[in-house]
Each structure stands twice: as C-alpha cells, then as structure tokens.
C-alpha cells in the first residue's frame, strides 16, 4: 500500500460511496442480503505498514435487508439487540501486505459487547482523484464468520434438520476512502504568511537610506546665500562724498585742452 504513491496519511471512509454489509443462507436454499446504512471509520497509513492503524464504527440500528419486518427481527434480542449494544466495533492491530494490492487487516470485533480477534483480506481496487479534488482509494473484500462466537445464536429448526438463518455470516466489504489533506496545511501557511509579514516589513527600511542623498544634491545645486552685511554698511556711502573729487581731475583736463 505505501508502494502507491499518496497512500499515506489519514483517510475517512465515505459513507456514501461505501457499503458495509453481509450475506447469509435463509432456509437452506436461498441467500439474504443486508447492509448497514449508518457506519463511520477511518485509516491511518504510515510509511511502515507496522505502525498504520485502522477503526470502523456501525450502528446496528441501521441494518437494512429491504424487509421491515426482518430489519425489526435483526434488532430484536434474538440477534443485534440495538438497544443494549448499538453499535459494532472494529479495531486493527496489524495491517499486512501479502502481495501487491493485497492486505491482511487483523483486528479485535466486538458485536454485543463480545470481542474476537478476526483477520480480514482487502483488495486496493486503486486511488483515483474526483472531479471535485478528492483523492479516492478503493478497497474491497469479504471473511467469512460464525455469528454463534459473538453470542447470536437464535435459530428455527427445519423439517428436514436443517436450520432457517445459516450460522455462517459472510462479512462484505466494499470501501471509498477519501484521503484529509488539511491537517498538514494550516501550520506551514501560517508560517509562511509571518515570513511574507517579515519581509514586507523589513522592506521599507532600506529606503529610508535613499531619500537622504536626494537632500545633498539639493545642497550642491542651490548653495546657501551670501551672508548679510551688518546694518552700518548704509554709512559706507563715501563714494558719493568722493565725488568732488573727481572734479579736479575733469578740471586738469580742461586746462589741457584751454578751456580755462
């Protein structure tokens, strides 16, 4: 089983898609059939068979052999009694590969508060992904059981010796398993969602180190203006006193040329 790949890990039966049910000879000559409409389980596969485990759970209520009066009969005292024991257990102890695609699956099963060890053969039919994003395998097989060891012994004798509801109960099996995938996810999304926090945190930072050289060819572009004079600087206004003095020199001039 863990030969195939995506075999490990937990699965749930579905009941829908399942059936859980058993045959047996009625009056010597003909067989009945039923089934339980209400059952529950699951498997957990590990990569070593030896550490893999497996459980299902049906309610005897829910027995149905498409005869009411039967049905009633099947949950009476006689046979199931549903009301003291409502339910039929089955636990693994060991999960088997006997070849490939084959499994022994032996386990206790409790039926009216009395536990037997039983070995069950299954056939991994394949694991196929559904429309919908499941990830189905299939499993089928059948064990034949004597229903007298679980303490289910009523009966009618025959005419001719033989006995109406054969002592020999063929257990059928016929199983669709849908792989959880879901457990695993939360806890590695969580961790990636604070790494992707993180990052978008951290990511501002080097920024700030950018805008600080914009500022410094501002400064080299537009340097700081001159200083201001002090406010006396208004009395510096000689040149204007110095301007007789210009004269002379526009005198000697003239005497140059005559005119005085």
Known sequence: ?????????????????????????????SRVRGAFNDASGSADIADDLADSKAEVIIQTASVDTRTESRDEHLRSA??????????????????????????????????????????????????????????RAGLEGSRRIDRKDWG?????K?????????DKITLEF?????????????????ETADEDEDDETASPAPKTPEAAPTAEPADTEFPPPPPVKPADKPAEKAPEAKQPDAQPSGSG???LFGLR
């Open 152 to 156: 289910v012994t009523w009966n009618t």
């Open 78 to 135: 006689d046979f199931f009694d549903v009301e003291t024991y409502p339910e039929i257990r089955f636990v693994s102890s060991a999960i088997d590969e006997v070849d490939e695609g084959s499994y022994i699956v032996t386990g206790e099963l409790t039926i009216r508060d009395m536990t037997k060890t039983v070995s069950i053969p299954l056939e991994l039919i394949g694991v196929e992904t559904d429309p919908f994003g499941n990830l």
């Open 174 to 190: 016929e199983l669709s398993l849908i792989k959880n995938v879901a457990e695993a996810a939360p806890a590695d999304s969580s």
């Open 158 to 166: 025959l005419d001719s010796g033989g006995v109406l509801v054969s």
């Open 1 to 29: 089983m863990t030969e195939t790949p995506g075999i490990t890990g937990h699965w749930d039966i579905d009941p829908s898609h399942s059936r859980l049910g058993f045959s047996t000879r009625h009056a010597m000559v």
């Open 253 to 255: 001039i003239g005497k």
